[in-house]
Structure formats: structure tokens, C-alpha cells
């Protein structure tokens, strides 16, 4: 079949791969310049299966009034005059309940898996780089109620497949001495020894080139506007190129991969999606001392951050604020994030110097994002992964190439 992409993200090119794989004629289309740019491009680095319980969980409503008003919070919701944020809002509350927070942990924990795996074979088959780590996830936790809290977290997942262990101060230690250095006081932690890191933006990056070889046909700068609508499937895609010509992009199938935008393109042809944008941030460090740094992959459990070593670089990403479509730096933010991996890893890196980054990770109330079929026979999705884009977009883009098979 001849296939139309639509988002050259991490979740857009992965689902291209395994369906050019697949022997079908793919052309992904993006509005920027290259594969990666936006949710992909300076995300936390983390294949983190072990963080498969969503944000919208017991503690969360508690947590959420407590950091009221806090600039550094790291779950902040800024009102506004939204209905679409009030509905994601209540929707949320709702996923909040215990068995429901249950059931979408291993949703999201089946998922996690099977990427991982589906991950491991894809490098292996094409040796693809992105300065990946396999040395595991180690969460770290300076709350002694949160710590107690964690371990049936742990029981949970680990009787459903996902390997972690419970780690006392020195043990933490032994995994990264360079916490011994730490100007924070640890509880204790909890590690899954299979998860992995690397750069998305490279992965996404390079596995285009590979797509390419393939035959993918990428066509950057092309901005979607709309579809066009035939019965019961979709006749084309609407887009503007970069002379700002409109075409019809016709295919006999569509899939949507556009992140926090999904939305804008889907509501028009009746399809409502709960995506919503949660911004993110993170900083990028320079090593100056790297025996200082980190070289296993941590968690930062209270501060809700993930610290990630990539080559000589040390990325910490993390925090959640609804606030719309807006994507402006908050220097506040950025500061507590710099603040916390320095007073972890003091003197490790150029932290007045850090690049900061902040984007819109596509998010369901739920955190389960939505893979498959729509309305219209030949449209499908593969959208709202929240925070764990990176972590599922091997096992969403091998799922979503099936459905559409």
C-alpha cells in the first residue's frame, strides 16, 4: 500500500521503518526541517519501562494541591479559559482512582516490553547509534514515605515481567559512586536493571537515513492543514509546501503521528482525542569532570526528573505544566532542574553554561496512548505517549505497521 505519515517524530519515523519493512511505499510528511525537532528533540533520554505507573495516580491529586502556587512545582497546572484542559483535567481526576491507575500501569507495562525488545532487535539488525547505555535505571528517593510507597509499586511490576530491586543508601552507592559525592540525603532506590538510555533526537535522526535507504520518502517543511473526507476514508491529506504552494497529498492510508497537534488535524473530520499538551523541560550540561558524573541512568523520584548521561553530556529532564500550546522557556523551572542535578553532582559539569530546552509531550488523561484504528477505515493513530514517547515508540510503530497491514 502507499502510505501517508504524517509527523516525522520519534513515533512517526519508527512507525515508518517497520512499515517500509513491511514492503510498503511510505512518505512522511512534517512541517519542520528535519525528523525529531520537537517533543523528540531534548527529551529525558530514558527507555524507562519501570516507569510505567502514570502520572495520574492516588498520590497524585494531593500533590498537585500541596505544589499550588509553587513556580518550581513539578506538576503545576496554570488554569486558563480552556474547555478542552478542563475536560483533560476532570478525565485525569477520574484516572486517579486505585484500580484504574492499576489497570493502565500494565497497559503501559505490556507495551514497555515488548518495545524494549522490539528496540534490542532493530539495533541488532541495523547497528543504529544514538549514544545508548544498557546499564539499567537506578529511581532514587529522598522521601522515606515516598520510598515506603514505592515498594509495592515494585511488587506490582516485577510479578508482571518488569525486573526491579529494591536498593538500600549503599547500595545505591555501589551502582553510581558518584553519588557519594551527593549534597542530598537518599532514602534508598529502586532499580530496574533491563531499562536503557540513549538520544532520541539521534535515534530519530538516524533511523530516517536508514528509512530513507529503504525508500521513505521524507517531505520536511510541509505544513498539514486538513484532510480531505470521501465516504467512510480519508481521499488525501491537505498540506503547504515550502514555496507555500497547497496540495492534496492522496495515499491508500493515514497515519497520525503529530503529538500534541493530533487534535487540531482530527477534530475537524469528527474524530475528539483527549491529547493534551503538558510541557516539559530539561538542560543539557557539559562534562568539564566526568569521573563526577553519573554514568548509570537515575530517576529523581520526589523532584519527578529523570538525570540521563549521553557521551560527554549529562541531560536532566522533567517537570509538567499544563499551560496550553505555549512553549517559552520559564527560567525558574530550568534553574530548579540545574539546582537539583548540581547539588546531586557537584562540580561535574559547566552548569552556568547549560542548554535549555523546553517542549509539549502529547498526553492522555490516562497516560495510554492511543495506537489503531478510527471512524474512517484507511485513518489510524499513533499519538499521546505523554512522557514515555521514547520508551514506546518501538512496540507503538511495530503495533501501528500490524493494524494498518
Known amino acids: 500500500m502507499k502510505i501517508l505519515v504524517l509527523g516525522a517524530g520519534v513515533i512517526g519515523v519508527t512507525t515508518a521503518w517497520y512499515l517500509a519493512k513491511d514492503g510498503h511505499d511510505v512518505t512522511v510528511l512534517d512541517r519542520q526541517p528535519?525528523?525529531?525537532?520537537?517533543?523528540?528533540?531534548?527529551?529525558?533520554?530514558?527507555?524507562?519501562?519501570?516507569?510505567?505507573?502514570?502520572?495520574?495516580?492516588?498520590?497524585?491529586?494531593?500533590?498537585?494541591?500541596?505544589?499550588?502556587?509553587?513556580?518550581?512545582?513539578?506538576?503545576?497546572?496554570?488554569?486558563?479559559?480552556?474547555?478542552?484542559?478542563?475536560?483533560?483535567?476532570?478525565?485525569?481526576?477520574?484516572?486517579?482512582?486505585?484500580?484504574?491507575t492499576r489497570r493502565n500501569t500494565l497497559t503501559i507495562l505490556r507495551l514497555g516490553l515488548y518495545s524494549r525488545d522490539m528496540l534490542k532487535a532493530l539495533r541488532r539488525e541495523t547497528g543504529v547509534l544514538y549514544d545508548h547505555l544498557e546499564k539499567g535505571i537506578l529511581q532514587m528517593h529522598t522521601d522515606a514515605g515516598e520510598f515506603e510507597a514505592a515498594h509495592a509499586r515494585v511488587d506490582l511490576l516485577r510479578s508482571h515481567g518488569c525486573e526491579m530491586h529494591i536498593k538500600s543508601v549503599p547500595e545505591c552507592e555501589d551502582l553510581e559512586p558518584a553519588l557519594r559525592r551527593s549534597r542530598i540525603g537518599l532514602m534508598g532506590g529502586t532499580y530496574a536493571p533491563d531499562d536503557e538510555s540513549g538520544d532520541a533526537h539521534q535515534f530519530t535522526g538516524n533511523l530516517a537515513e536508514l528509512c530513507r535507504e529503504r525508500g521513505v520518502q521524507f517531505g520536511y517543511e510541509h505544513a498539514i492543514e486538513s484532510l480531505s473526507i470521501e465516504g467512510d476514508a480519508v481521499s488525501g491529506a491537505i498540506v503547504r509546501d515550502p514555496e507555500g504552494r497547497r496540495e492534496l497529498v492522496k495515499a491508500d492510508a493515514f497515519l497520525v503521528a503529530l503529538g500534541s497537534y493530533s487534535p487540531f488535524l482530527l477534530s475537524p473530520v469528527g474524530i475528539n482525542v483527549p491529547v493534551y499538551p503538558v510541557k516539559g523541560y530539561s538542560v543539557t550540561v557539559s562534562l568539564t569532570h566526568p569521573e563526577a558524573a553519573p554514568t548509570l541512568c537515575l530517576s529523581d523520584e520526589n523532584a519527578k526528573m529523570a538525570i540521563t548521561r549521553l557521551g560527554n553530556r549529562l541531560r536532566a529532564a522533567g517537570t509538567a505544566e499544563l499551560t496550553g500550546y505555549d512553549t517559552a522557556l520559564n527560567d525558574a523551572r530550568c534553574d530548579a532542574i540545574l539546582s537539583r542535578i548540581e547539588q546531586f553532582?557537584?562540580?561535574?559539569?559547566?552548569?552556568?553554561?547549560?542548554?535549555?530546552?523546553?517542549?509539549?509531550?502529547?498526553?492522555?488523561?490516562?497516560n495510554v496512548p492511543l495506537i489503531g484504528h478510527t471512524r474512517y477505515r484507511n485513518l489510524f493513530l499513533n499519538t499521546g505517549h505523554g512522557t514515555l514517547g521514547w520508551t514506546l515508540a518501538c512496540g507503538s510503530g511495530r503495533a501501528a505497521a500490524d493494524l494498518i497491514g
Not at 88 to 100: A, H, S, T, V
Not at 345 to 365: E, K, V
Open 34 to 100: 528535519t525528523a525529531g525537532l520537537e517533543t523528540s528533540f531534548a527529551n529525558g533520554g530514558q527507555i524507562s519501562v519501570s516507569h510505567a505507573e502514570p502520572w495520574a495516580n492516588p498520590g497524585a491529586p494531593g500533590k498537585i494541591v500541596k505544589w499550588l502556587g509553587r513556580e518550581d512545582a513539578p506538576l503545576l497546572f496554570r488554569l486558563r479559559a480552556d474547555p478542552r484542559q478542563w475536560s483533560w483535567g476532570l478525565r485525569f481526576l477520574i484516572e486517579c482512582l486505585p484500580e484504574r
Open 345 to 366: 553532582f557537584p562540580g561535574a559539569g559547566d552548569y552556568a553554561g547549560a542548554s535549555r530546552w523546553a517542549g509539549l509531550r502529547p498526553m492522555t488523561p490516562s
